[in-house]
């Protein structure tokens, strides 16, 4: 069960942590706890921050905010925050447009997933220029697996015009050697990915302070 903002004391709540230790020691979860301010009488907020992140995970750039407001007590003051907050973010990021030249050019985008308990498959979306359209969460597994089927993986990219992907998950327990089941799903998406005319660029394991490549491995 996840901690509730009571269950936390309160040095290590989101604000107080944040104004201790930075933005960057927050989780995504507390960062969103911090937008949003408060939960609801039916929710604390740091289950409201849980639910509003794997929506926007699964959204990426797309995210709307009819998308947010689906959630009670998400009204139209806390969407506009939120979507304001991403925005600017965005503007000075700009993860669409940056240019993949090697697989450690998208680390950058994807690192903070680093941390998650589970594991998190996500496609980035390429143009015909190496550029980022968009990166989302195709997938969320358990512990040591993320099931993903390849439709999954190019109902957005081809959404996006795509003419190619990067795919890339998270390894919670640290280790960066694919496994036996990362192998195998690798070859299934390169192969549906030239049935429908999107290209595999590369498939990208990740942890916090390393990766592994498909491609740089001469396995792809």
């Known amino acids: 069960m ?27 979860q507390e960062l969103l706890a911090v937008l949003i301010g408060k939960g609801t009488p039916g929710m604390d907020v740091m289950t409201l921050a849980s639910k509003l992140a794997r929506l926007i995970d699964e959204k990426g750039l797309d995210v709307k905010a009819e998308d947010l407001s689906q959630f009670a007590g998400v009204g139209d003051a806390k969407a506009t925050l939120i ?37 998190h498959f996500l496609c980035a979306s390429i143009n015909g220029a190496n550029e980022i359209l968009n990166i989302r969460v195709v997938s969320i597994g358990l512990i040591d697996r993320s099931p993903v089927h390849p439709r999954e993986v190019f109902a957005d990219a081809l959404a996006d015009r795509a003419s ?37 660029l590369d498939h990208i394991i990740f942890n916090r302070t390393g990766y592994f490549s498909f491609l740089e491995a001469g396995r792809l």
Request: hydrophobic content about 40%.
């Open 164 to 200: 190619a992907v990067i795919v890339a998950h998270n390894h919670p327990s640290g280790g960066l050697e694919p496994s036996p089941s990362d192998i195998d799903v690798t070859a299934q998406i390169k192969a549906a990915g030239e049935i429908v005319g999107i290209v595999l």
């Open 2 to 28: 996840s901690k509730t903002i009571r269950d936390i004391p309160e040095a290590d709540r989101p604000r107080e942590k944040l104004l201790r230790k930075g933005a960057k020691a927050l989780s995504d």
């Open 83 to 119: 979507l304001a907050a991403i925005e600017f973010a965005r503007r000075r990021i700009k993860p669409e447009g940056a240019k993949i030249e090697t697989p450690a050019d998208l680390l950058p985008h994807v690192r903070h997933y680093a941390d998650r308990k589970q594991e």
